[in-house]
């Protein structure tokens, strides 16, 4: 069954730790993204990777941090110096190229909440 | 850098009518996608349109694009309670980058039975 899975679903969280979102896909896309979402808003781009060991900053990468070891899997770590960390945040792959028009799959998000 | 920002915000219709939501966006593109959240869900891909193209179909969706405009329309035909959702509209990114959506605020439709 592809896809893309995110975990856990909800995350509580103390206020000065980190924290790492999974995600993984077994799509065989080349590039993948994190977004976050607040509430009534659409998605803002935190990061995204174009291809293993590789990966830029989005719109709002502050206070977070990724990493690219293996195409599958894209983990977002949110740190302490993200001012305001509650949100619902959410992973998708694509897979770009000649031809392609990078429509998205997203998995099932997970909502974060600091304490 | 552009974006699709979708009127309205939000939108109530009773089952069997029909939904219209539109997006506008600031800069040329070379598609525009549609795509549905259910609540506390990930998005899903509904049709995407290509610049070339003025309408497309998928079931009971019906997608418009006017480049001139620069807007698009999502039509919902004969609406279910089950269509209670947001809908987003998407463009790629205009900084030559392929890879990057920027989505729209998104409209919340309401079906009521």
């Known amino acids: 069954d592809g896809g893309i899975t995110q975990s856990p679903k909800y995350l509580f969280r103390k206020e000065g730790q980190n924290v790492t979102l999974s995600c993984e896909q077994n799509?065989?896309?080349?590039?993948m993204y994190w977004y976050r979402q607040d509430p009534g808003q659409g998605l803002r781009l935190i990061y995204y990777?174009?291809?293993?060991?590789?990966?830029q900053k989005g719109d709002i990468a502050e206070g977070y941090s990724v990493s690219r070891e293996k195409k599958e899997s894209f983990p977002l770590t949110v740190t302490s110096a993200q001012k305001n960390p509650t949100a619902f945040y959410l992973c998708?792959?694509?897979?770009?190229?000649?031809?392609?028009?990078?429509?998205?799959?997203f998995g099932p998000g997970t909502r974060l909440t600091v304490l | 850098s552009q974006q699709g920002e979708e009127d309205p915000q939000a939108l109530s219709i009773q089952e069997g009518e029909n939904a219209t939501m539109n997006c506008s966006y600031k800069?040329?593109?070379?598609?525009l996608q549609w795509y549905r959240q259910n609540s506390g869900r990930g998005l899903v891909h509904l049709i995407l349109?290509?610049?070339?193209?003025r309408e497309k179909h998928s079931g009971r969706l019906r997608v418009t694009l006017d480049t001139s405009k620069k807007s698009s329309s999502l039509l919902i035909t004969a609406s279910r309670a089950a269509d209670t959702a947001s809908y987003f509209c998407?463009?790629?990114?205009?900084?030559?980058?392929?890879?990057?959506?920027?989505f729209g605020k998104g409209t919340l439709l309401t079906v009521n039975p």
């Open positions: 799509l065989n896309h080349d590039a």
């Open positions: 800069t040329s593109i070379n598609n």
């Open positions: 998407a463009t790629p990114n205009s900084g030559g980058s392929n890879y990057k959506l920027t």
């Open positions: 998708a792959s694509s897979t770009p190229g000649p031809g392609a028009h990078n429509e998205q799959f």
């Open positions: 349109i290509r610049s070339n193209e």
């Open positions: 990777s174009q291809i293993v060991n590789d990966f």
